[in-house]
Nanobody, 123 residues
Framework: QVRLVESGGGLVQAGGSLRLSCAAS????????MGWFRQAPGKEREFVSA????????YYADSVQGRFINSRDFAKNTVYLQMNSLNYEDTAVYYC????????????????WGQGTQVTVSS
């Protein structure tokens, strides 16, 4: 069992930055894959990033490549998503998730989810 708690969302102007946090507890390991997803109103949950908990591998969706960056604090068992150059299309509820099996692009491959944190970008 893995428990995930996100924080750090909020309201930001276009062009600004936010950093999301995802604190993990329970059965985590360095080979595990974590993911970030987002869901805007009326849209399906969308892949943002996936990465190996222990480092060495990260993948970003084209829409955020070059603007979003993953990082980790192993001592705190926490991962972060630094979001820069935010625009209106980034407005969504953001979720971190722990991968189980299957394609890391698909939400259905992640059995464990945080509660989500709202990010709103004003134009």
């Amino acid at each position: 069992q893995v428990r995930l708690v996100e924080s750090g969302g909020g309201l930001v102007q276009a062009g600004g930055s936010l950093r999301l946090s995802c604190a993990a507890s329970g059965r985590t390991n360095s080979d595990g894959i974590m993911g970030w997803f987002r869901q805007a109103p009326g849209k399906e949950r969308e892949f943002v990033s996936a990465f190996r908990w222990g480092g060495g591998w990260t993948y970003y969706a084209d829409s955020v490549q070059g603007r979003f960056i993953n990082s980790r604090d192993f001592a705190k068992n926490t991962v972060y998503l630094q979001m820069n150059s935010l625009n209106y299309e980034d407005t969504a509820v953001y979720y971190c998730a722990a991968h189980g099996s299957g394609s890391f692009f698909q939400p259905t491959s992640y059995p464990y989810w945080g509660q989500g944190t709202q990010v709103t970008v004003s134009s």
